[in-house]
């Protein structure tokens, strides 16, 4: 049971499309539909983002999208806000009672 | 309003036991799925464990599986951690999390503020 591989960091100026790519597995990303992406700003605890690949929970803003290609799942930020900067994980059922997050993503705007 | 509110932290020496505690509030606890989340200083999420909201499927991360026990009690609206054999590596804030499905692990859609548990000798 390994983590999900995300980039350390990603950049980027205001307004500008920001993509994250979260790498799994066959038992993981690339068998169920259940990833989940999550903000967590520094101190505070983690928030839903994206739920089932690409599902926005209410009250998310919708320049947050997802999507899923084989095992690697993806998360787009369109129009970059100041407040978009935070830690950015993603995360997958695996399976066998099993629940596993990404390494973490550190969003910086620029 | 959903609250979920963790106790039981502290500073513990290696080889030592810990319970967690985890008081729900604010919603049917028992129409969720329950979970441990814990982030160590500096570091990224990990999962710990979870359970379905009738404790028919229980989870563990390897990291944990035969030294941590995760229980509930609907009645009582709560949730456990009872730790075992802590170490080192065990030092982290603990996070209770909701699930947002009874029967499997979905999503996570509410957090706790967490207990911060530190192993040290």
């Known amino acids: 049971q390994s983590a999900l591989t995300q980039p350390p960091s990603a950049s980027g100026s205001p307004g500008q499309t920001v993509t994250i790519s979260c790498s799994g597995t066959s038992s993981d990303i690339g068998l169920y539909n259940y990833v989940s992406w999550y903000q967590q700003y520094p101190g505070k605890a983690p928030k839903v983002i994206i739920y089932a690949v690409n599902q926005r929970p209410s009250g998310v803003p919708n320049h947050f999208s997802g999507s899923k290609s084989g095992s690697t799942a993806s998360l787009t930020v369109h129009g970059l806000h100041e407040d978009d900067e935070a830690d950015y994980f993603c995360?997958?059922?695996?399976?066998?009672?099993?629940?596993?997050f990404g390494s973490g993503t550190k969003l910086t705007v620029l | 309003e959903v609250q979920l509110v963790e106790s039981g932290g502290g500073l513990v020496q290696p080889g030592r036991s810990l319970r967690l505690s985890c008081a729900a509030s604010g919603f049917t606890f028992n129409d969720y799925g329950m979970h441990w989340v814990r982030q160590a200083p500096g570091k990224g999420l990990e999962w710990v464990a979870g359970?379905?909201?009738?404790?028919?499927?229980?989870g563990y991360s390897d990291s944990v599986r035969g030294r941590f026990t995760i229980s509930r009690d609907n009645a009582k609206n709560a949730l456990y951690l009872e730790m075992n054999s802590l170490r080192t590596e065990d030092t982290a804030l603990y996070f209770c999390?909701?699930?947002?499905?009874?029967?499997?692990?979905?999503?996570?859609?509410?957090w706790g503020l967490g207990t911060l548990i530190t192993v040290s000798s």
């Open positions: 995360a997958s059922y695996a399976g066998n009672n099993k629940f596993v």
């Open positions: 999390v909701r699930d947002r499905y009874a029967s499997s692990f979905y999503y996570l859609d509410f």
């Open positions: 359970l379905t909201w009738n404790s028919d499927k229980i």
